[in-house]
C-alpha cells in the first residue's frame, strides 16, 4: 500500500483522524505534511546546531553529562551521553527536556523528568543552540499531541482523551543522536 500523507494543515479535523487511523493500522506508517511551527529553515538549523555540537571537544561536551558519567553532575537522564562500547551502542546522544518556571513544583522537588537541561556555552557564536532546541522540542510535542487527538478523532472518541497523560507538562525529552563512522579492524570488532 502507499503510504499515506496526512496533511496537519487540513480544515477537516475528523477527515484526517480518520485518515491518520486507517494510515496506522494498514500500513503502519504516515508521512506528515504541513506540520506547524516546522520549516526548512528550522531543519537546516537544527542540522547546523546538531553538527555545531557534535563537533565541540569532547571535554566540554562531558561537563555537560548526567550523572553516571560525571559524578558533578546534578542531572539524572538530561544531557550529554557518550559513545560507550561497553553499553552496546555505538552513538553519542545530547538530551533535553522540558524547561519549566524556577518556582515550579515539579523542578524543584527533584524528580528526573523535570530536571534541568545542561546547556553548552555558545559564547560568540551567534548558533542559538538552546532556543532551536527548546522551539523545535515544542514544535514536535505540539505535533505529538495533535497526532493523539487526531487519533481520537479517528477512533470516534473525544478528541481530548489523552490530554490528561501528556499536558500540561510533558515528560517527553528530545534527543539528538549522532553515530560517528566506525571503522571496522581486528582491533575494533
Given at each position: 500500500?502507499?503510504?499515506?500523507?496526512?496533511?496537519?494543515?487540513?480544515?477537516?479535523?475528523?477527515?484526517?483522524?480518520?485518515?491518520?487511523?486507517?494510515?496506522?493500522?494498514?500500513?503502519?506508517?504516515?508521512?506528515?505534511?504541513?506540520?506547524?511551527?516546522?520549516?526548512?529553515?528550522?531543519?537546516?538549523?537544527?542540522?547546523?546546531?546538531?553538527?555545531?555540537?557534535?563537533?565541540?571537544?569532547?571535554?566540554?561536551?562531558?561537563?555537560?553529562?548526567?550523572?553516571?558519567?560525571?559524578?558533578?553532575?546534578?542531572?539524572?537522564?538530561?544531557?550529554?551521553?557518550?559513545?560507550?562500547?561497553?553499553?552496546?551502542?555505538?552513538?553519542?546522544?545530547?538530551?533535553?527536556?522540558?524547561?519549566?518556571?524556577?518556582?515550579?513544583?515539579?523542578?524543584?522537588?527533584?524528580?528526573?523528568?523535570?530536571?534541568?537541561?545542561?546547556?553548552?556555552?555558545?559564547?560568540?557564536?551567534?548558533?542559538?543552540?538552546?532556543?532551536?532546541?527548546?522551539?523545535?522540542?515544542?514544535?514536535?510535542?505540539?505535533?505529538?499531541i495533535e497526532l493523539l487527538r487526531l487519533t481520537a478523532l479517528g477512533l470516534g472518541w473525544n478528541e481530548n482523551v489523552f490530554d490528561d497523560r501528556f499536558l500540561p507538562k510533558s515528560v517527553s525529552s528530545l534527543r539528538l543522536m549522532h553515530y560517528p563512522t566506525y571503522i571496522h579492524?581486528?582491533?575494533?570488532?
Amino acid at each position: 500500500e502507499i503510504l499515506p500523507i496526512i496533511d496537519l494543515s487540513a480544515v477537516d479535523r475528523n477527515l484526517t483522524g480518520k485518515k491518520l487511523t486507517k494510515g496506522m493500522e494498514s500500513v503502519g506508517f504516515v508521512y506528515l505534511d504541513n506540520v506547524p511551527g516546522y520549516s526548512k529553515d528550522m531543519e537546516r538549523k537544527l542540522l547546523e546546531s546538531t553538527k555545531w555540537f557534535y563537533s565541540l571537544p569532547l571535554e566540554n561536551k562531558l561537563l555537560l553529562s548526567p550523572k553516571n558519567w560525571n559524578r558533578d553532575a546534578h542531572c539524572v537522564y538530561r544531557g550529554y551521553v557518550p559513545i560507550d562500547i561497553s553499553q552496546g551502542h555505538m552513538r553519542e546522544q545530547y538530551e533535553t527536556g522540558e524547561v519549566l518556571p524556577h518556582d515550579d513544583p515539579d523542578r524543584n522537588s527533584g524528580n528526573p523528568f523535570y530536571e534541568d537541561t545542561p546547556w553548552p556555552i555558545e559564547e560568540g557564536l551567534g548558533i542559538g543552540f538552546k532556543e532551536l532546541m527548546i522551539s523545535y522540542r515544542n514544535v514536535m510535542i505540539n505535533t505529538g499531541i495533535e497526532l493523539l487527538r487526531l487519533t481520537a478523532l479517528g477512533l470516534g472518541w473525544n478528541e481530548n482523551v489523552f490530554d490528561d497523560r501528556f499536558l500540561p507538562k510533558s515528560v517527553s525529552s528530545l534527543r539528538l543522536m549522532h553515530y560517528p563512522t566506525y571503522i571496522h579492524t581486528t582491533e575494533n570488532p
